[in-house]
Structures are given as C-alpha cells and as structure tokens.
C-alpha cells in the first residue's frame, strides 16, 4: 500500500491560501490520491480527489506533479473554520480501502 | 456529499456488557461499509471492511470475535463491541461507499467509554 508523508502541523493567515504538501513516492500508476479533513471530534470529510490531472472544485485544488510522487492540496482563501487535520490518502489499488496516515494539523490564524 | 448517520452519538457502558452502534447511508445504497477506530490525539485506524450481504473482512490485529460487524442491507451496518473492556474505549467512525461513487462518506462518529 502507497503510504503518504506530510508534515505534521501547518500555519496560515485568515484570508490567505493554505497549501498542503503531501509526498507519496511510492504510488503506482492507477492509484489515485484522496484528501479528506477532520474537524476535532467529527467524522472526516471528503475534500477532493485525483489521479493524474490537477483538480478543482469548490472546497480546494488538487495540484498533481507530473511523475505522481507528490500533490498540494490548495485552500484558496482559508477561513478559521478550515482549522482541522488534513490527511493526503492513496486509495488502495482495485479496492475502496483508504489507509489513514498522521496528517497536517492546519491552525488558520486571524 | 451523500449523508451517513452514526447512533447513539456518544455512549458510556459498564465493563463487561456489549455496546451495539449503527451506521445508516440516508440517502444512498452503501455496498460497502467500513468502520475505523480512533484513539485521542491519533489518526483513524481502519478495522474492517463489510459488503451488503457477506461477512466482513477484518485488518490484521482486529479480533472478528469481539467486534461484530452485521451488513444486512444496503442502507444500515452495524457494530457491536462484546464484552467490552476501558481499552476499548475509543472514537468509532464508519462510512460507505457504492459502486457509482468514487468516495467514501463518513458518519459523525460514535464516542464509547467503557468504565
């Protein structure tokens, strides 16, 4: 299973863009790449995903280099409700599997 | 997003009895279900995965005796921890997914303490 790395916590100014990098070396051609966030004590929620292309949509953008082995999810305009865990996922290949790893702790500061 | 509910939200029970929590896809057929396990301040643990009408399959290290897993339909799983102990103790999250959607939806979760 492709594991993903990134960094454990993250500042960002109200109003400004959050970019949230995600390293997954290991991904093989048909896996696609998920973020999903969780707001303390809440059930995680689905943001965006990607295979190849880059992604957008209203929440964020999904910017996916070219060889794949690492993504940014972009919150255009972070807001204090956009204060929570982010995690970069690799869905398990010809399964819905998503095997969770630590995450970004994302504090929006005003 | 497709909505999943997750009951009772929050539950406290005495050390030896057995807690059931349900998962519910509100307004689609979830064919598959998964339910995770979060410990404070750590990152969601999936424990197994359940197809409508089969058994479930378990991840390594989860025991199938004490965490029973039911898929009767396509619109409601359930979880029940046997004979539970305070290690059990623990943020109970499930979501679902169907063939004609690429995401899994997340319910609220379900909070267990265990004393």
């Known amino acids: 299973d492709a594991k993903t790395t990134q960094p454990p916590s993250m500042d960002c100014a109200e109003g400004r863009a959050a970019n949230l990098p995600c390293n997954h070396s290991?991904?093989?051609?048909?896996?696609?790449v998920y973020w999903y966030r969780q707001i303390h004590s809440q059930g995680p929620q689905y943001i965006i995903h990607g295979l190849k292309n880059n992604e957008t949509n209203e929440m964020a953008s999904l910017i996916i280099t070219e060889d794949r082995k690492s993504s940014t999810l972009i919150l255009p305009h972070a807001t204090l409700r956009d204060t929570a865990v982010y995690y970069c996922?690799?869905?398990?290949?010809?399964?819905?599997?998503?095997?969770f790893g630590t995450g970004t702790r994302l504090q929006v500061f005003p | 997003g497709a909505v999943v509910s997750q009951h009772p939200s929050r539950v406290i029970c005495k050390s030896g009895t057995s807690v059931k929590i349900e998962c519910r896809s509100l307004d689609f057929q979830a064919t598959t279900m998964f339910w995770y396990r979060q410990f404070p301040k750590q990152s969601l643990m999936l424990m197994a995965t359940s197809n409508e009408g089969s058994k479930a399959t378990y991840e390594q290290g989860v025991e199938k005796d004490k965490f029973l897993i039911n898929h009767a339909s396509l619109t409601l799983s359930t979880l029940t921890v046997t004979s539970a102990h305070p290690e059990d103790s623990s943020f109970y999250i499930c979501?679902?997914?169907?063939?004609?959607?690429?995401?899994?939806?997340f319910g609220p979760g379900t909070r267990l303490l265990v004393l």
């Open positions: 996922i690799v869905r398990v290949y010809n399964t819905d599997k998503l095997i």
């Open positions: 290991t991904i093989s051609g048909n896996e696609y």
């Open positions: 979501s679902g997914t169907s063939e004609y959607q690429e995401t899994q939806y």
